[in-house]
């Protein structure tokens, strides 16, 4: 049976999208993390050339393997899917775990997902106190499935690879989510490409940075035999011929050239969002750092009311409590050029000011 609220009232599928839907389409996003401006020209125009040969069932290996090529791994160890989220039901279904644990705050579709198969999920809370550092003594010694973020939506947060890493023990699946980890310049802490850590499941995202959350593409990077496993959980052809085509162009040279230069100026547009953020500090306004994905995670008091003015004054921002961890007084606010995050924080200043009132 689908639960979409767990039994503390969080809402797991509630996503960013919902916050611009309907009279929010009026609104400037700051609630979903997918680039601004995406997808470029010239993806938009490879992927319409794909569309005459829609008659033919879709046929992925020309993909699989330029994915294998970019992590440098064998096809045998790559699977690809339509979109992440895809993946995380396909973990859900297909692998026979007793005890899984899901490291939190983080996206909740793999809980959600781990719950719909029938799963009991038990829950590592990462403190704001600590920072939301990752913390392995934390996580239960017999615990078969462990799911964690790098970086962690909607913290920010990027983990070192070592402490991910000492997560995994033989017997145990380690999922790792590194659907934002494209928008890291360097991609540094990634653990996608690596053999050597037992266990280890790596989920990609390639609708976050090309802007293709329509299309549903991403993948997985796993042992051979839990690839199998999952593939056999997947329907026939899941993953539309557009969808592949994009996806080996995303990891051609010119794709991963693009996205590291994405990456670098993502990462200077969010220091001047969190520079702006931390001026409210006497406002009691906390920002979570150091911030490493294309969004920021801020604590506000009345942030309730904050987020209903930004909504009345053109804005729309992602509420934190619907995330395990967080509460009402948390806000996500993903990161824009500097013309829109100028905008947004005189539009910031103002809802501080009359949710004070």
Not at 87 to 109: D, G, N, S, Y
Not at 207 to 229: D, F, Q
Not at 286 to 301: D, I, K, N, S
Request: charged letters at 25%; hydrophobic letters at 45%; proline letters at 6%.
């Amino acid at each position: 049976m689908r639960t979409d609220r767990d039994t503390d009232g969080h809402d797991l599928r509630h996503h960013g999208d919902a916050e611009v839907r309907d009279d929010g389409a009026r609104l400037v996003d700051l609630a979903v993390n997918v680039r601004a401006g995406t997808p470029p020209a010239w993806l938009r125009e490879h992927i319409a050339g794909s569309l005459g040969g829609l008659a033919t069932y879709p046929d992925g290996r020309a993909a699989r393997a330029a994915v294998a090529a970019r992590h440098g791994v064998p096809v045998e160890r790559v699977l690809l899917t339509a979109g992440a989220a895809e993946a995380f039901v396909l973990l859900a279904r297909a692998l026979k775990v007793r005890r899984p644990v899901v490291v939190h705050p983080q996206f909740t579709e793999p809980e959600a997902a781990l719950r719909d198969a029938g799963h009991r999920v038990d829950r590592v809370l990462l403190r704001a106190a600590d920072n939301f550092r990752l913390d392995a003594s934390l996580v239960p010694d017999d615990a078969d499935l462990v799911v964690v973020g790098n970086p962690t939506n909607p913290t920010s947060i990027l983990h070192p690879a070592a402490a991910v890493a000492r997560l995994a023990r033989p017997g145990r699946t380690l999922v790792v989510d590194e659907a934002f980890m494209d928008a890291v310049p360097g991609e540094r802490e990634a653990l996608a490409g690596r053999t050597d850590v037992p266990g280890l499941v790596v989920l990609r995202s390639l609708t976050k940075t090309w802007g293709l959350a329509g299309l549903r593409i991403g993948y997985v990077l796993a042992a051979p035999e839990t690839i199998v496993e999952l593939e056999r959980a997947q329907p026939l052809w899941p993953v539309s011929t557009p969808a592949l085509a994009a996806a080996e162009v995303c990891v051609s040279g010119r794709g991963l050239a693009e996205a590291e230069e994405a990456a670098r100026r993502i990462a200077a547009d969010r220091a001047h969002l969190v520079a702006g953020l931390a001026e409210f500090g006497s406002d009691g306004v906390e920002v979570v750092t150091p911030a490493e994905g294309p969004f920021v995670l801020v604590r506000a008091p009345r942030a309730v009311a904050v987020r209903g003015h930004l909504r009345g004054l053109g804005y729309a921002v992602r509420r934190g409590d619907t995330f395990p961890g967080l509460g009402e007084e948390w806000l996500r606010v993903a990161v824009r050029d500097r013309v829109t995050v100028n905008g947004f924080l005189q539009a910031f200043d103002r809802a501080v000011t009359l949710a004070g009132r």
